[in-house]
């Protein structure tokens, strides 16, 4: 199961992405987390500590490891063809909730010369990752999908847009579903985040239908993994807040649609 998590900068992608982690961890799921964020902080939510993730290279800025997978000796020629299973092997992180962390990083491109090489590693390893593996992979990725290329974005099960109440968010939420449809993603559904009242729900579920969009569920906001966000802490204590339940909800939808889908002969 492949799962892309995205929606505009500060609605709450990276809580929806370690929570739909754990909750398919925990029902037994081989998961292996990517963070393919402009800022990442999904290792913080996963357990692990500030100082180790500060730590921790982006595949995307790793230039020795870029360099061994692309270098022919030749500037501004890139081997194109190259193996990337011991990238996850190697640089996967273990994370205290049993989760491997791969934390992919943006490739910069504004004084930093040709991106060629990070862009194919990057795309190369994403398409391994999506298309290749058995593992359920969960992407927590930035508002577009400049990650997902032709042939890694049809084999994403879900894309998951997440989205406030607010009237900006729900504009890129629906920018990015009219750009995932055109991806070829087969199955693309709304999340509404940080619910406090009717007027916000009933104003998520207004915009859906009025757009054409599904909506794979409602996450209250919880002033619990609020003050985790402000203090950088794991959500692995957190697991029965109510914020988390309805992850986990959104998690069992998923995974019941999936089956029927299979079981139909659909993606």
Do not use: W
């Not at 730590?55 to 501004?76: A, C, H, M, R, V």
């Not at 273990?94 to 990057?122: E, R, W």
């Amino acid at each position: 199961m492949k799962i892309a998590i995205t929606g505009k900068g500060g609605v709450g992608k990276t809580l929806v992405a370690a929570g739909l982690v754990l909750s398919l961890t925990k029902n037994g799921y081989s998961t292996i987390a990517i963070d393919a964020d402009p800022t990442p902080n999904l290792a913080l939510s996963l357990g692990i500590p500030l100082k180790e993730a500060n730590e921790i290279i982006p595949i995307s800025e790793n230039n020795i490891l870029i360099d061994s997978k692309t270098d022919t000796g030749y500037p501004g020629i890139y081997a194109l063809n190259f193996s990337v299973n011991d990238i996850i092997n190697n640089y996967s992180i273990p994370t205290p909730g049993g989760v491997s962390l791969l934390v992919m990083g943006t490739v910069k491109s504004m004084g930093s010369g040709c991106t060629c090489a990070a862009n194919s590693v990057i795309r190369s390893l994403l398409r391994h990752l999506v298309v290749e593996r058995d593992e359920a992979v969960v992407l927590d990725m930035e508002a577009g999908l400049e990650h997902l290329g032709r042939g890694t974005a049809e084999s994403v099960d879900y894309m998951l847009i997440v989205s406030d109440a607010n009237a900006k968010s729900l504009n890129t939420a629906r920018m990015i579903s009219i750009m995932a449809h055109n991806f070829g993603i087969p199955q693309i559904m709304l999340i509404g985040n940080r619910i406090e009242t009717n007027l916000q729900k009933n104003t998520i579920k207004k915009y859906a239908k009025d757009h054409g969009l599904i909506v794979a569920g409602y996450i209250p906001f919880d002033s619990v993994v609020a003050k985790a966000g402000i203090n950088g802490d794991s959500l692995l204590p957190m697991q029965n807040s109510t914020a988390l339940r309805a992850i986990d909800r959104i998690r069992r939808l998923i995974v019941k649609q999936r089956t029927i889908n299979r079981s139909q002969g659909k993606h």
